[in-house]
């Protein structure tokens, strides 16, 4: 990238990639509170009961794998799995996760978000529900690998759906509630999980798979909703007022998506793949997405080699989702009204190491101890995300590339570090306390907290050098 002012033709939809734009964040006034305000009771909680669902019916299989283990009524018994089948089925998933991430945002774009996502709701609710009919390892890993085709367009479709809507400093925050559904999902998960482990052969089923009925049913039926509800692009929000259509591009008009924008072209692609500073991005979200996939597929066994079983065990997941969820609201409101994406993340990551360091080392039967390092744990992991997502989509400038990023973001950088996930938390180590697991999350949250350190400084370089160029013409700097 060079250091030069950008162009842009609004009115035929080209953006530049290369180059930072002018600066449009000022006061708000508030015509744009109200509007912003409009928006948000109708996009975020919307956004986030989407990915809550969604993220629920991802992890579940966790809490299957354990459900009425003692009586020989779980997932694995019945199956017929080994531990290393099991992992093979959570590994496919992501697989379809990261290969369809990038075909899945650039159809958003085609065939309009509450289309899009609408589809992708309904098919991964109906997959969901046939994990209650499988019986065996290969029937567990192909639903899974179709799960996760169905899957893999929401988080990033999500993340680039904002920046149709808002300002880069209004991002993370709104990423943070969808990604913080998340955590909610992990607390109720697992009190609707032992809720549901009580209707043990209730109707000639076992629970776990009632587990898969009742939560895949939600996304099914919430996808007609979605359907008509989800706006999406201000452009032709009929909801509303023409002034506040107005508004509504013109405060977008140099920082934001834009819905009449063309498709992306091979232009676009070769200068989003060329850019190395994202790549930088890519490789540190690689280092978050471990922990993140490791504690959402493996809390469950974790609670359970804490001196917990069965129904307790699930139960018990509930209280590190809880915290993370209020840490991760919090930082990352902090993170956009201070402008420190970058130091933020790299603060929690660093709180989040030191929670995965000290479970690592404390004695296997240290369990009250270990149970406030995961609750700890936890929470630096999950609340340093959203920044990260805000930060990068605040700093690319084109339409198409901002979906082609976002996507390359977490289907390069995310997926292969959440298929590590699924390795790194051993069976045979449950006695030990998973210490590789442990150990693993807290080298890669440093490596985190580094790389966010660099990329601060380096987008500060940046942007004393476009101060030096401006000539005292007014210049929208890159956001930290």
């Not at 939809?13 to 290369?18: A, T, Y």
């Not at 109200?34 to 975020?44: E, P």
């Not at 065996?136 to 479709?157: D, I, K, M, Q, W």
Request: hydrophobic content about 45%; glycine content about 10%.
């Amino acid at each position: 990238m060079t250091d030069q002012k950008p162009t842009a033709d609004m009115e035929s939809g080209k953006e530049e990639l290369s180059v930072a734009q002018y600066e449009s964040s000022g006061p708000i006034t508030e015509a744009e509170k109200a509007l912003r305000w409009k928006q948000d009771k109708r996009i975020v909680p919307l956004s986030a009961g989407i990915y809550f669902l969604c993220y629920l019916d991802r992890s579940n299989i966790g809490n299957a794998k354990i459900m009425n283990s003692s009586t020989g009524d779980d997932l694995m018994t019945e199956t017929g799995m080994t531990n290393f089948q099991y992992t093979i089925a959570l590994m496919i998933f992501l697989v379809a996760y990261g290969l369809f991430e990038v075909p899945s945002n650039i159809l958003l774009k085609k065939l309009r978000p509450s289309r899009w996502i609408a589809f992708l709701m309904f098919s991964w609710g109906a997959l969901t529900m046939g994990l209650g009919g499988v019986n065996s390892y290969a029937s567990v890993t192909v639903v899974r690998f179709l799960l996760g085709v169905f899957e893999a367009g929401l988080f990033p479709g999500l993340v680039y759906y904002l920046t149709f809507w808002y300002r880069t400093e209004e991002r993370s925050i709104r990423v943070a509630f969808i990604l913080a559904s998340a955590t909610l999902a992990g607390a109720f998960g697992g009190a609707i999980a032992y809720g549901i482990g009580h209707m043990n052969k209730a109707g000639g089923l076992s629970a776990w798979r009632w587990l898969f009925i009742i939560e895949g049913i939600p996304s099914c039926l919430s996808a007609f909703f979605v359907w008509f509800f989800l706006p999406d692009y201000p452009e032709n929000a009929k909801w509303l007022t023409i002034q506040e259509r107005d508004l509504a591009v013109q405060r977008l008009h140099t920082e934001g998506s834009k819905g009449h924008a063309k498709a992306m072209s091979w232009e676009d692609a070769k200068s989003t793949l060329g850019d190395w500073r994202l790549w930088a991005h890519y490789v540190v979200y690689f280092g978050i997405s471990t922990p993140f996939s490791s504690l959402s597929l493996f809390t469950p066994s974790i609670t359970a080699g804490l001196g917990y079983h069965d129904l307790q065990a699930q139960l018990m997941t509930v209280p590190p989702y809880a915290v993370a969820y209020v840490v991760s609201i919090l930082t990352s409101w902090s993170a956009d009204h201070f402008n420190a994406r970058g130091l933020h993340s790299a603060a929690l990551a660093t709180v989040g190491a030191i929670g995965f360091l000290a479970s690592a080392v404390l004695p296997p039967d240290a369990y009250l101890s270990r149970y406030g390092c995961l609750i700890v744990a936890a929470s630096g992991a999950f609340a340093c995300i959203p920044p990260l997502l805000g930060w990068l989509s605040s700093n690319i400038f084109s339409t198409a590339s901002v979906g082609l990023a976002i996507a390359l973001n977490i289907g390069l950088g995310g997926a292969p570090g959440q298929i590590v996930g699924v390795w790194i938390y051993k069976a045979n180590e449950a006695k030990a306390g998973y210490p590789t697991g442990h150990w693993t999350n807290a080298a890669l949250l440093f490596m985190v907290a580094v790389g966010c350190v660099l990329l601060r400084l380096y987008y500060g370089r940046r942007n004393k050098n476009l101060l030096r160029s401006s000539n005292g013409e007014e210049t929208r700097f890159f956001k930290y």
